[in-house]
């Protein structure tokens, strides 16, 4: 029986065998330690479908496919295919699709996924270049995703764990504590991967909350990027810039009851859908 991919001698025989070297452009780092990957794996709640991004020559898959009815892993890198034909030929449950998660029918997979499956959760070891444009669109996604479990970059993700006031506190801050419980779960080091990263990890959960504010939605979110866009300036100079001319600033903060010179990041999540409504009310 073949050592687990994620074994260092078997990565390393199978980037040799293929003479891959990892892309930078991908943001490609080989996980190498079976025991994360298993502990990923396992706090997934991947029981019946579970998306994947970015499998890499299988290392997470494999650990997904032993405790899933169904994986479905997006990959960009077509060299990767006869990569994964061949590390994962012992899994029936495992389909690779050649595209962009970000250019993906999002919704039209989960749906599909749920009627065939029952569940889907997402789970996958984010390239760090793609963890925001990834995680934005999750969020935004109409069909539910109950469990989305990710590995990103450390500083990433204090930032989802951030709470107002805090330097590490934005958009994706705000995002996530509408719309899920956040868990950090476990820090994963540089040494884990190959080649190595100049930074750590760590491996973050989100789960739906089950009362979701009625002002999420896409708009919504665009506007609270929106009160980020230039974080050292007050949150009524970023509105300048988000509304149009038209639109009188200091008449909509002062029905939300907000301080023209507060900045965004000292502001609540009640407080973005308060001004959002006004805003929204006049438009």
Request: charged share 25%; aromatic share 10%; hydrophobic share 40%.
């Amino acid at each position: 029986m073949n050592k687990p991919i994620a074994a260092p001698s078997r990565t390393g025989e199978i980037l040799n065998q293929y003479g891959l070297r990892a892309k930078k452009g991908f943001g490609q780092n080989f996980l190498i330690d079976v025991s994360v990957v298993s502990r990923i794996a396992e706090n997934a709640h991947c029981e019946g479908a579970v998306i994947e991004v970015g499998p890499g020559i299988g290392s997470l898959s494999e650990q997904l496919a032993l405790r899933s009815r169904h994986v479905r892993s997006y990959e960009v890198d077509e060299r990767l295919l006869p990569v994964l034909a061949d590390t994962l030929s012992a899994y029936d449950n495992v389909e690779i699709i050649l595209q962009d998660i970000l250019e993906a029918d999002l919704a039209a997979s989960v749906k599909e996924l749920k009627e065939k499956y029952g569940t889907v959760s997402l789970c996958a070891n984010l390239p760090y270049y793609i963890t925001t444009p990834v995680l934005f669109r999750l969020f935004e996604c109409p069909e539910t995703i109950e469990w989305i479990t990710v590995m990103v970059q450390k500083e990433v993700a204090e930032r989802f764990a951030a709470g107002p006031g805090n330097k590490e506190y934005g958009a994706l801050s705000v995002e996530a504590s509408l719309l899920y419980e956040v868990k950090k779960l476990f820090n994963v080091p540089r040494t884990c991967f190959s080649p190595a990263p100049n930074v750590d990890s760590a491996v973050i959960q989100f789960h739906r909350r089950e009362l979701i504010p009625a002002a999420q939605t896409s708009e919504f979110f665009a506007f609270v990027r929106g009160c980020f866009v230039q974080r050292r300036k007050t949150l009524y100079n970023n509105l300048k810039s988000y509304f149009t001319e038209n639109e009188d600033i200091a008449a909509i903060l002062e029905e939300a009851g907000i301080d023209p010179g507060v900045r965004a990041q000292n502001m609540d999540a009640q407080q973005f859908i308060a001004l959002y409504e006004v805003w929204r009310k006049q438009k």
